[in-house]
């Protein structure tokens, strides 16, 4: 494995080793050289797409710096001009002529020849579809779209609520909701959610403009509506829209008891007359919260420890991106919300951004987001951009099978055997919890989006109903019928990543059956991990999965098949 100091990106063979991203009148001619290169062969045609790759490469990387630069230091007007700059004067430039270019290639009588190498067909499967939804009247569309989703990152990061004279993040006043005095929880509840429906109207006004803005692109493309064109848009080549629906149905019929059965045994064991919102993250025995780490540095020291006891690649992995200041764990004002692992296309040593407290969520974060940083390294060496860019389903694979394989050495974080079950159990309850939110978030998107002139009373009904199909029949929300309304205002994905949530699910499905491989037998499911990251996108999703030794299946017989699993291992601890 290499160290910091080894890791370079590769020698660049079309664009000068100094070049750099400034304006579009820079970029242009090597646009132009490649539409009026002449390709004689297939080997013609093999560098084409390489040096097609290395450009797209430097330009992904230039707009990521951008967009972490911007999240780290939302208040930054200088970070945010600069990477608006991108979105208004490069990216409607490169557009256009990136359709020529997969036209250009499509039409080579070559190309069926390199279509018979490796994951050269996956490729042009996608470049054939980008072709199929490209309109040219799109373009100023998604500039549109692009400036109006920055707004929930500056809503959200500028939102904070004070608690004991002390200013407080929402994550960090989120820590508190695991206080074992009921009064404060309930007043940090009322306190976080009265913050939130402060800028309800502002975040309804903006995903009312996103819903008419993606509503056009699609129609302008030929589809009746955004989730058609963006089930065509993810290249979702596997499963459907009744695929979707058939998983909401599974999750609702195999988890929703199993949800009750939690939430009655947590209000027994809290001796509460009626279980409130507040109620849901404190430990059902009063114990106070488990605190894993007191600082970023020391999250960052011992999740090297957990991945290099894995694996010691995996703990050189993240150790190198410690050394190359790639990571920003800490929460603070003025920084956006959430946490993400974003890729880095050309050096192929990736950036992760965190919102940490101190609470087992977020080590568990950044076991997440570990294994999306894992799925870069390991797919680094890769010839092709275009291979290294993973489906979300894959993508989260990576991260969500390293949650449950990081398991074993969670005694970095917890001495105490007993502390340690506990993280266990915890976690392992909180994945049975998560699948019906992500059914909740997928099913209100089909909703919104094959009904795009609804009313806001009619999206305040149609969430309600969908919150009340998937949620537990136990915990009380009378009197917070408003604060229920809004709740969806909180899930970043509807206004930066549309129709990016039912991978969580189906990824998450993944993830359990790659941990029951583990356990299993250790060394063949850790290979088998490994084994199917490293393919990238040179394989459909189903292949991937079964590399891995899984299946890409969410059919009810085979997820009640892993919650099974899970309840088992739940009964052991």
């Known amino acids: 494995m290499e160290t910091a100091e080894k890791i370079t990106r590769p020698q660049r063979k079309f664009l000068p080793e100094d070049f750099k991203v400034t304006v579009w009148e820079d970029l ?18 093999k ?7 290395e450009l797209e490469s430097v330009i992904s990387e230039d707009l990521a710096w951008r967009y972490i630069r911007m999240t780290c230091y939302t208040e930054n007007q200088e970070y945010r001009t600069h990477y608006q700059d991108f979105i208004e004067n490069i990216q409607p430039k490169i557009a256009p002529v990136s359709d020529k270019l997969n036209r250009k290639a499509a039409e080579s009588p070559f190309l069926s020849e390199v279509a018979q190498l490796p994951g050269y067909d996956i490729m042009i499967r996608n470049l054939r579809k980008e072709i199929e939804i490209f309109r040219e009247e799109n373009v100023p569309l998604f500039t549109a779209i692009n400036t109006e989703t920055q707004k929930y990152g500056q809503i959200s990061g500028a939102m904070t609520v004070e608690v004991d004279g002390k200013e407080l993040t929402l994550q960090q006043a989120g820590v508190l909701l695991m206080s074992t005095d009921r009064k404060v929880r309930e007043e940090v509840f009322r306190k976080i959610a009265a913050r939130r429906l402060a800028d309800k109207d502002a975040l309804n006004d903006s995903f009312t403009r996103l819903v008419e803005l993606r509503h056009q692109v699609a129609i302008n493309a030929g589809f009746k509506n955004f989730r058609d064109y963006m089930f065509k848009a993810l290249g979702r080549f596997d499963y459907t829209v009744q695929d979707c629906f058939d998983f909401h149905k599974a999750i609702e019929t195999e988890t929703l008891p199993i949800l009750d059965d939690f939430a009655k045994a947590r209000k027994e064991s809290l001796k509460v007359d009626s279980l409130r919102p507040w109620d849901k993250a404190v430990d059902p025995e009063l114990r106070p919260p488990l605190k894993p780490f007191g600082s970023g540095e020391e999250l960052t020291e011992k999740t090297i420890e957990v991945f290099r006891r894995l694996d010691p690649y995996l703990g050189d992995c993240l150790a190198i991106m410690r050394q190359m200041g790639h990571l920003d764990l800490e929460s603070r004002k003025g920084k956006a919300p959430g946490g993400y692992n974003y890729p880095l296309a050309e050096i192929g040593v990736p950036f992760i951004f965190m919102n940490a407290t101190s609470t087992l969520r977020d080590m568990v974060t950044i076991m997440h987001e570990g294994g999306h940083a894992i799925h870069n390294f390991l797919t680094r060496e890769l010839e092709l951009n275009d291979f290294k860019s993973t489906p979300s389903e894959v993508a989260e694979l990576a991260s969500m099978s390293m949650e449950l394989l990081s398991m074993d050495h969670w005694d970095v974080f917890f001495e105490d055997e007993a502390e340690l079950k506990r993280a266990r159990r915890e976690h392992l309850e909180d994945i049975i919890e998560t699948l019906p939110w992500v059914a909740t978030i997928d099913q209100f998107q089909h909703w919104i989006y094959e009904h795009p002139t609804h009313s806001l009373e009619e999206r305040r009904a149609a969430w309600n109903e969908i919150f009340g199909r998937f949620s537990d029949r136990v915990t009380d929300w009378s009197g917070l019928e408003k604060e229920r309304d809004y709740l ?18 189906m990824a998450q499905l993944g993830a359990i059956a790659v941990w029951r491989n583990f356990r299993r037998n250790r060394e063949e499911g850790l290979a088998g991990y490994r084994r199917a990251l490293a393919l990238g996108y040179m394989k459909s999703i189903p292949e991937v999965y079964a590399a891995a030794g899984i299946r890409f299946d969410f059919s009810r017989e085979y997820i009640r098949e892993l919650m099974d699993f899970v309840r088992e291992e739940l009964d052991d601890l």
Do not use: C, M, N, T
Request: aromatic share 24%; net charge negative; charged share 35%.
């Open 488 to 505: 969806w205002q909180k899930q970043l994905h509807l206004y930066e990543v549309p129709f990016y949530y039912i991978e969580y699910g």
């Open 28 to 45: 242009k001619p090597y646009f132009d050289a490649l539409l009026e290169r002449e390709l004689s062969s297939a080997e013609d045609l």
């Open 47 to 53: 560098k084409w797409f390489r040096d097609r790759s």
